[in-house]
C-alpha cells in the first residue's frame, strides 16, 4: 500500500477530510490507529472537572470517546462532524453514552457551529485544522461558544511534517507552528503553551513514520 498513484492519493486525501462509504469507515479506523496516541496526548491537556461540558470537532468514528469518560464519567461530551457517516458510525460505536446523552454527536457544515455563546468549558480538536474552509472565521465561532476561562486545544502535524507526506498536496491548507499561534491570537486567545512530540506511527499509507505533532493549549480570556 506504500506506493499509491497520484489517483489513489488523493482519494485518500478526500476520505480524510470528508469519511464516506465504505471506504471512508476504514479510513476511520485507519486514523484511530495512526492518531491513537495523538489523541491521549491531547485529551491528557484538557483540564477535566466534574460536570465540564466538551465539544470535539471532527471526532470521526469517536472510538476514542470511552477513554474520556474513563478520564471523568461525569462530563458533558459533543462531538461534530462534517461526514453524516461518521456521526451516525460514532452514535452507534458509542451507544453506551448516548443512549443516555451523555454524548451526542452532530453533523456540521464546517463553518458555523450551532451551539450558543459560552457554552463549553473545553474544546479540542486533532487534525481537523487543515480543512478549515475560513479559518479566520472558524476561529472566532470557537471562541465565541467557549465560556470565559475556557481552554481551546489544537493539536496537528506542522507543515514541515505534513509536507513530506504525498497525499498533503491535496486540499490540505498547512501550518508551521507561528502560524497556528497567530490565527489563535488574532482571534483573542492567549497562548498556554506548545507542546511538541515525536512518535513512531503507522502511517495512512501503510508505512512506519517518525512524525512530530504539535498541540497547542489556548484560553480564552
Known amino acids: 500500500m506504500g506506493n499509491l498513484d497520484e489517483k489513489e492519493l488523493q482519494e485518500l ?6 469519511p464516506n462509504g465504505e471506504n471512508g469507515i476504514q479510513t476511520a479506523y485507519s486514523m484511530n490507529v495512526a492518531n491513537d496516541n495523538m489523541i491521549r496526548n491531547a485529551i491528557a491537556q484538557i483540564e477535566i472537572k466534574d460536570n465540564s ?8 468514528n469517536g472510538a476514542h470517546i470511552k477513554y474520556l469518560f474513563e478520564v471523568n464519567s461525569s462530563i458533558k461530551y459533543y462531538g461534530i462532524d462534517v461526514s453524516k457517516l461518521m456521526v451516525e458510525e ?4 458509542n451507544s453506551e453514552f448516548t443512549n443516555t ?3 451526542v454527536f452532530e ?14 468549558d473545553s474544546i479540542f480538536t486533532i487534525n481537523t485544522i487543515y480543512f478549515w474552509k475560513n479559518p479566520e472565521e472558524y ?3 470557537i471562541f465565541r461558544i467557549l465560556k470565559t476561562k475556557g481552554e481551546f486545544i489544537l493539536a496537528f502535524i506542522p507543515k514541515e511534517v505534513m509536507e513530506k507526506i504525498p497525499f498533503s ?3 490540505f491548507e498547512l501550518y508551521v507552528n507561528e502560524k497556528a499561534k497567530a ?11 506548545t507542546l511538541s512530540e515525536q512518535e513512531e506511527v503507522l502511517s495512512n499509507t501503510g508505512d512506519k513514520k517518525i512524525r512530530t505533532f504539535t498541540i497547542i493549549k489556548a484560553v480564552k480570556p
Open 169 to 171: 498536496k491535496y486540499g
Open 53 to 60: 461540558s466538551l465539544l470535539e470537532i471532527g471526532p470521526g
Open 183 to 193: 490565527l489563535l491570537q488574532n482571534a483573542g486567545f492567549t497562548i498556554a503553551n
Open 90 to 93: 460514532a452514535t452507534k460505536l
Open 107 to 120: 453533523w456540521t457544515d464546517g463553518e458555523k457551529i450551532a451551539h450558543p455563546d459560552a457554552a463549553f
Open 139 to 141: 476561529i472566532q465561532e
Open 13 to 18: 486525501a478526500s476520505q480524510l477530510s470528508h
Open 101 to 103: 446523552d451523555k454524548a
